[in-house]
């Protein structure tokens, strides 16, 4: 009876441990210096940036399960641009933020797996299959640009806190992959990219371009 009562006890105060782990470090939201500058995209994500990849409609240079989701992903935002993947894990920050000012267009929630998003086969290191979500937006001079979500095999659950026509401030919160996984971000081709593979993001401050 003893021994019965010390193994509940011990998975009561684990389990209390747990949450509260969870809902202090997990889902903290720390205060960012954003830069509120209308001509530079910040990381909408805080992690490891894992690829940097120049797209041209006219000239694409993929495997066919590549360039149906490439295709799909881009079409909506320019002929070219950069595609940049962010790599998140369990330390990070979850929360995503909105790279520059602008309007919400359109949100596109796509079901699919959820394989282990570290593991990758192919240069864009993303997880085209995994479930996902697109948040296409219009900076106020025209430039559209996307935050796409991506589940991964412990983050399966994707939160967008938008929604068509709300007008976001650079930095405002914008969506959340519990657990943590992976966001790319879409870039129209007049963008100067700043970053390079293997730098860390903080979102809302690192900057990833510029007009």
């Known amino acids: 009876m003893k021994i019965l009562r010390g193994l509940i006890y011990t998975a009561v105060i684990l389990t209390v441990f747990l949450f509260t782990y969870y809902q202090v470090w997990f889902l903290r939201q720390p205060a960012r210096n954003i830069p509120g500058n209308g001509h ?3 990381s909408p994500a805080n992690g490891k940036i ?3 990849h120049k797209w041209n409609s006219a000239s694409l240079v993929v495997t066919k399960e590549e360039f149906g989701a490439i295709n799909v992903w881009t079409k909506d935002v320019d002929t070219a ?3 940049i993947s962010i790599q998140m894990d369990v330390t990070n920050v979850h929360f995503q933020r909105a790279p520059v000012a602008g309007k919400v267009l359109t949100e596109t929630y796509t079901h699919g ?3 282990n998003a570290v593991q990758m086969s192919n240069d864009y290191g993303i997880r085209f299959e995994n479930e996902h979500n697109e948040i296409l937006m219009e900076t106020p001079s025209g430039k559209k640009y996307k935050v796409i979500q991506i589940a991964g095999f412990l983050a399966r659950r994707i939160v967008d806190m938008t929604v068509p026509n709300q007008v976001v401030k650079q930095g405002d919160v914008i969506g959340l ?3 943590g996984s992976q966001v790319t971000v879409l ?3 007049d963008i100067i990219v700043l970053v390079k593979n293997g730098d860390v993001t ?3 401050e690192t900057i990833l ?3």
């Open 113 to 115: 797996s959820f394989h």
């Open 50 to 52: 894992v690829s940097i």
């Open 202 to 204: 903080v979102d809302g």
């Open 81 to 83: 641009g950069t595609i």
């Open 187 to 189: 870039l129209p081709h």
């Open 209 to 211: 371009g510029k007009e």
């Open 177 to 179: 992959i519990k657990l």
């Open 40 to 42: 530079i995209f910040v």
